[in-house]
Each structure stands twice: as structure tokens, then as C-alpha cells.
T-cell receptor
Framework: DAGITQSPRHKVTETGTPVTLRCHQTENHRYMYWYRQDPGHGLRLIHYSYGVKDTDKGEVSDGYSVSRSKTEDFLLTLESATSSQTSVYFC?????????????FGPGTRLTVL | AQKVTQAQTEISVVEKEDVTLDCVYETRDTTYYLFWYKQPPSGELVFLIRRNSFDEQNEISGRYSWNFQKSTSSFNFTITASQVVDSAVYFCALSEADRGSTLGRLYFGRGTQLTVWP
């Protein structure tokens, strides 16, 4: 199994509070992605990274920011959580990008915003 | 517009039946990749297969087979002699690889919930 961990695995927070989710990999892969999974929507890309300090937005990036200061860590921050951000968040990694290799996914973080 | 459409929201079969999960995709890229992932009740996403746009050969892996047809923009997945352990949500996904496409991002379909009854 690819070495990807996510923390926390579960979190309940209140509207308006900041939340940071962490994705950690031990594969030294260049590309990292954050997706959210919601019923009826499949998985949708929030942000991605193609190297240290190189990040860009996905299709549902509003309300989220990311940072990557080390190859192994990709942080997703909700500056002020809203109930619409209740979701399951998945981190993924890829060595080659461009779909040329499979993306491996972390175990997911279930976030509930009350 | 959805780039990947999985029209079947839910499918129920009885063990040992064959079942086909449909996937239709849309892209203007000439180079692209198609994927299937499995999400069992435990929630993790398990990679099943990747296929590139230049390889239309069908693939078989044990009880699993995939039929890729560019003419109909489809990448269907068949499970032969289904088992209870096959019960899961199955996602089809597309990655576009022409110049200018977002680096390796996956466009997912909404998934098909497969339930196999004993």
C-alpha cells in the first residue's frame, strides 16, 4: 500500500472556526491532490500541488487554501468552516502526474461542521 | 457538463450473476487516461485499472474485465460471477493529458453502488 496518511481521521467543529487537515506521504511523489466526496457528486478536486510551494486551484476551491512546504506534507485549511464544507476529504498522490500513473488515495477525513 | 457519466446509480444482483457497470466520458484531448476505483463500505478508494486513450485492447483480470470503446466514448466494467465482497461503490474517472490540462487531476463520475446479495 502507498504510504499516505491523513489526520485527523474524524473531526467535528463549529461554523466559523478554522480547520486544518494534513496529508502526509512517504513515497516522495511530486503531485498531491485534495478532493472532497459528497453524496451524488463523486469526488471533486479542491486544490492540487505539483511541487514544494507549487499549488493551484481545482474546481471547488472557494473557502479553502493549501500549503506545501515539504514534499511529504500537503495541508488543507478551511479558514472559516461552514456547514457546506461538511464532507469526506481525500488526499491523493501521484508520481508522474498527467494521469500517466495511478493516483493513490489516503484513508479520508470525515469533517462535520455544525 | 459532466466529463464522466455513470448513469447507473444503484445496481443489485444475486451472487454469481454477471454485472456490467457503464461509464461514458467526454473530452477533447487526444491523450487521456481512464480509471476505475472501488470504494468498499470501509471507505477507502482502491485503484482497479488505468487505460490510456491509445490502447483500446480489452483487459481481463480474474473476474474483472474492461471494455474500452473510443467510438462510443465508453469504458465499461464487467464483473463475472459476482460475489458478496464485490459490494461497493465503483467510480469511473478521467484524466486529460494534452498540453494545458490540469496536471493529472481526475474527473470522477458520481459512482455506481453495487450490491451483491447472497
Amino acid at each position: 500500500d502507498a504510504g499516505i496518511t491523513q489526520s485527523p481521521r474524524h473531526k467535528v467543529t463549529e461554523t466559523g472556526t478554522p480547520v486544518t487537515l494534513r496529508c502526509h506521504q512517504t513515497e516522495n511523489h511530486r503531485y498531491m491532490y485534495w478532493y472532497r466526496q459528497d453524496p451524488g457528486h463523486g469526488l471533486r478536486l479542491i486544490h492540487y500541488s505539483y511541487g514544494v510551494k507549487d499549488t493551484d486551484k481545482g474546481e471547488v476551491s472557494d473557502g479553502y487554501s493549501v500549503s506545501r512546504s515539504k514534499t511529504e506534507d500537503f495541508l488543507l485549511t478551511l479558514e472559516s468552516a461552514t456547514s457546506s464544507q461538511t464532507s469526506v476529504y481525500f488526499c491523493a498522490i501521484s508520481e508522474l502526474g498527467q494521469g500517466a500513473d495511478e493516483q493513490f488515495f489516503g484513508p479520508g477525513t470525515r469533517l462535520t461542521v455544525l | 457538463a459532466q466529463k464522466v457519466t455513470q448513469a447507473q446509480t444503484e445496481i443489485s444482483v444475486v451472487e454469481k450473476e454477471d454485472v456490467t457497470l457503464d461509464c461514458v466520458y467526454e473530452t477533447r484531448d487526444t491523450t487521456y487516461y481512464l480509471f476505475w476505483y472501488k470504494q468498499p463500505p470501509s471507505g477507502e478508494l482502491v485503484f482497479l485499472i488505468r487505460r490510456n486513450s491509445f490502447d483500446e485492447q480489452n483487459e481481463i483480470s480474474g473476474r474483472y474485465s474492461w471494455n474500452f470503446q473510443k467510438s462510443t466514448s465508453s469504458f465499461n466494467f464487467t464483473i463475472t460471477a459476482s460475489q458478496v465482497v464485490d459490494s461497493a461503490v465503483y467510480f469511473c474517472a478521467l484524466s486529460e493529458a494534452d498540453r494545458g490540462s490540469t496536471l493529472g487531476r481526475l474527473y470522477f463520475g458520481r459512482g455506481t453502488q453495487l450490491t451483491v446479495w447472497p
